[in-house]
């Protein structure tokens, strides 16, 4: 059996960049990848992304039928290759708010405060444009502006400040609510996943092994601690590996529970139906399942003018010789360029996000409604709904249970209500009244107009932004799963590094906030040494 100082399972946002700083450190790793590689030209073109759903580099989660949602299964799309989410993700570069990271601290996180994270924010970052006390400008991960920006996603930043809110030009700075374009982790064009930058670093260090295609079964442990991982190959072949050190966990907040679960770490009882044997009874695995919902707001414009057919024939392979040629064109957008934190409560806090899509977009892979269009989507920021993730079997390749709870929350509900109500008065605004934009709605049935109308469209319409989290807590309570340095507690040598140890998911997008966590992850574990 090979032997490791740490065996790191899941090569996404966060298991790449432990995976970076640990070989850095000068310690042998080896780093287990469910997927295969992220060599596709559509993962590193921005606006190939798109391409990636439907495709074996993104693996699609189903949940159960959701009461509060219209009775309907709601899909969480999940990036399955090398770089993980920050692959196939939308590349929108947000770390959320300050008061998120105090929040942490106060819910028993000793040194999780907004100051203990920012220098691990700015470690990672190389930003294009910003610096001084909010940015990086050193770090593995590359921060930019979009090179291209759509007349549609102009308008709609032109319209949200006749609507009143102020343009923002920096999320991630002094102030995040108002509304502009986003900051993206690209670089000339090109993604930045954690893959093609932590990862690629140290690729030919002769102390790392990537094991592709390798998805791992349990955890092995002696005496209750963690010593290694089973993993199996695509054919089913098993064979297992050590770790002197430790085994971390980065398998995302759907994987990284069920893993737990499968090795004997979770609720006992749970455990126990299933006939696994306990190793560590833990009740808090699976539960606190949290993820942003967006709802679609539809604008239909007179001209033909959105990304509607640009993707088809002709005019797909001029965008694409544009690219090769000069890395110019729509290829290099993020899709999502512009949109925009709002205050709909007057707390004084952003409690809903809004993204400007220069196209009618339904819920990938399935298409929205016809015609050219912009949608305006709000999301609620600080969910109060909370889900789960449990096993089916003992089998590892069953499916997990995955039961999101979905808006059962009433005050999700009323977010959306506000957030709706903002959007239309955004869309109202004479920049998209120009374009003679009018309100659709996404199949034919009545306009909105109450507040019942609209909290039933998003029952009936609201969809995942894929942002899972939450599932394996940090805190200090029975409930919590790993402690404060990341550690699952009570099972010594087993570290979690990824976004299933948030204890509340941070009022933005979640790729730079889990890149953070895995900075500080790598920072214990070599400072525990
Ligand atoms: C389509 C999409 C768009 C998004 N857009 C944005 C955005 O614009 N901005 C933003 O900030 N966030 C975005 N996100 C969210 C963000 O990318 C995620 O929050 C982030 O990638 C989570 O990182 P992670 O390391 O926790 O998990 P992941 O990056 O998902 O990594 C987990 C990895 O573990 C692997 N794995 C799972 N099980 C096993 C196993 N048993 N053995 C071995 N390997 C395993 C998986 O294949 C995967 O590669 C998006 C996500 C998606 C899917």
Known sequence: MDVFDYIVVGGGSAGCTVTHRLVKAGKSVLLIEAGPSDNNQFVHMPGGFVRLFSTERVQVYQSEPQT???????????????????????????????????????????????????????????NQRLAGPFHGTEGPLPVSDTRFRHPLSFAAIRAAQEAGYSYNDDFNGAAQQGIGFYQVTQRDAVRGSTASTYLQAVRRDSRLKVMLRATAGKILTENGAAVGVTVA??????????????????????????????SGIGPAQDLGALGIPVVRDLAGVGINFQDHLDVPFYLRVKDPISLLGEDKGLKAARHYLQYKLFRSGLLCSNVVEAGGFIDTTGSGRADVQIVFIPLLLGD????????????????????????????????????????????????????????????????????????????????????????????????RYAKSIYHPAGTCRMGSDDDAVVDSHLRVRGVPRLRIC??????????????????????????????AR
Not at 72 to 101: H, K
Request: no cysteine; charged share 25%.
């Open 68 to 126: 509060a949602a219209g009775g309907r299964a709601i899909s969480v799309p999940q990036g399955r290759t090398l770089g993980g989410g920050s692959s196939v993700n939308a590349m929108i570069y947000i770390r959320g708010s300050a008061e998120d990271y105090d929040e942490w601290r106060d819910m028993g996180n000793p040194n999780w405060g907004w100051d203990d994270v920012l220098p691990a924010f700015k470690r990672a970052e190389s």
């Open 233 to 262: 190959d695509d054919s089913g072949a098993a064979t297992a590996a050590l770790a002197r050190e430790e085994v971390i966990l980065t398998a995302g907040a759907l994987a990284t529970p069920k893993i737990l679960m499968l």
């Open 364 to 459: 990938p892979p399935r298409e929205g409604p016809p015609g050219h269009g912009l949608s305006i989507n709000p999301a609620v920021l600080n969910p109060k709904s909370r889900g789960t993730v449990k096993l089916r079997s003992a089998n590892p390749q069953d499916p997990i249970l995955f039961d999101p709870k979905f808006l059962s929350a009433p005050e999700d509900l009323a977010g959306f209500v506000r957030g709706l109500k903002a959007v239309r008065k955004i869309g109202s605004q004479p920049s998209l009244k120009t374009l003679g934009a009018v309100e659709i709605s996404p199949s034919g049935e009545p306009m909105m107009s109450t507040d019942e109308d609209m909290a039933e469209h998003t029952r």
């Open 498 to 527: 990824d976004a299933s140890i948030m204890p509340k998911i941070p009022r933005g997008n979640t790729n730079a906030p889990t890149i953070m966590i895995a900075e500080r992850g790598a920072d214990f574990i070599l400072g």
